[in-house]
């Protein structure tokens, strides 16, 4: 059964720092690649970053150099430790599969999201 259930969001002041995680199912984890993305009030949801199954990553320009995505496998679990933040980061950040969300029924499935907020 699907499962994603992202955690970790809040508010904090530029230049601060988050750690995001998102709990998987099992067969969702270990038979896909990961990505976080995220979608800002009145746009579009973007990729910010992937991991592969060999722990593989890629980065969005916006973000490389400040985020790490991270996994643990034990625990089926994605992290995104997010440094230097800036009120652009300001957004609902998910976790799904990648390089497309996971289709359940026909709908493309995805958990609640975490909200970040940068602000002074």
């Known amino acids: 059964q699907v499962q994603l259930v992202e955690s970790g969001g809040g508010l904090v002041q530029p230049g601060g720092s988050l750690r995001l995680s998102c709990a998987a199912s099992?067969?969702?984890?270990?038979?896909?690649?990961m990505g976080w993305y995220r979608q800002a009030p009145g746009k579009q949801r973007d990729l910010v970053a992937t991991?592969?199954?060999?722990?593989?990553?890629n980065y969005a320009d916006s973000v490389k150099g400040r985020f790490t995505i991270s996994r643990d496998n034990a625990k089926n679990t994605v992290y995104l430790q997010m440094n230097s933040l800036k009120p652009e980061d300001t957004a609902v950040y998910y976790c799904?599969?990648?390089?497309?969300?996971?289709?359940?029924?026909?709908?493309?499935?995805w958990g609640q999201g975490t909200q970040v907020t940068v602000s002074s």
């Open positions: 991991i592969g199954t060999g722990d593989k990553t």
């Open positions: 799904n599969t990648f390089p497309r969300a996971i289709v359940v029924k026909g709908t493309d499935y």
């Open positions: 099992g067969s969702i984890f270990k038979i896909w690649p």
